[in-house]
């Protein structure tokens, strides 16, 4: 779930910064990844692998992102936002908001990967204990 988590923030980085080179281009309008739909596409996958036996967690693809059962890979799907205001040539863009996604973006990447770190310098100690 952590790698799925890194790769979807990797993804939503690139999209975040296509609006952000794309601000002055006429007519372009910026898109996103819903945050919202990818966790709970999660939460739902986790909530599934507690009700079920067999210990299996695979998220179900939604209009956000599509899993790929047995793999951390995901893709995502951006969707034009129009939170932002239209200019006069119908492009809706708003970079005040775009530099504040990013920085979130960048930050829960970051908290996910000091988890991935984490989990994994436990399992190289796990494994190097001698008895």
């Known amino acids: 779930m952590l790698e799925q988590a890194v790769n979807f923030t990797e993804q939503r980085h690139q999209v975040i910064l296509t609006n952000i080179a794309n601000a002055s281009t006429p007519g372009y309008v910026q898109q996103d ?48 936002t129009t939170s932002a205001m239209a200019f006069h040539d ?27 770190k984490t989990q994994n310098d436990l399992i190289v100690k796990a494994i190097n204990l001698k008895p």
């Open 33 to 80: 990844v819903s945050v919202t739909g990818f966790q709970q596409a999660l939460r739902d996958a986790i909530d599934r692998n507690r009700q079920s036996n067999n210990g299996d967690y695979s998220p179900v693809s939604n209009d956000t992102v599509d899993f790929y059962p047995g793999s951390p890979l995901v893709n995502v799907k951006p969707q034009a």
């Open 90 to 116: 119908r492009g809706v863009r708003n970079m005040e908001s775009q530099m504040s996604d990013l920085a979130d973006n960048a930050m829960a990447h970051n908290t996910l990967v000091q988890l991935l």
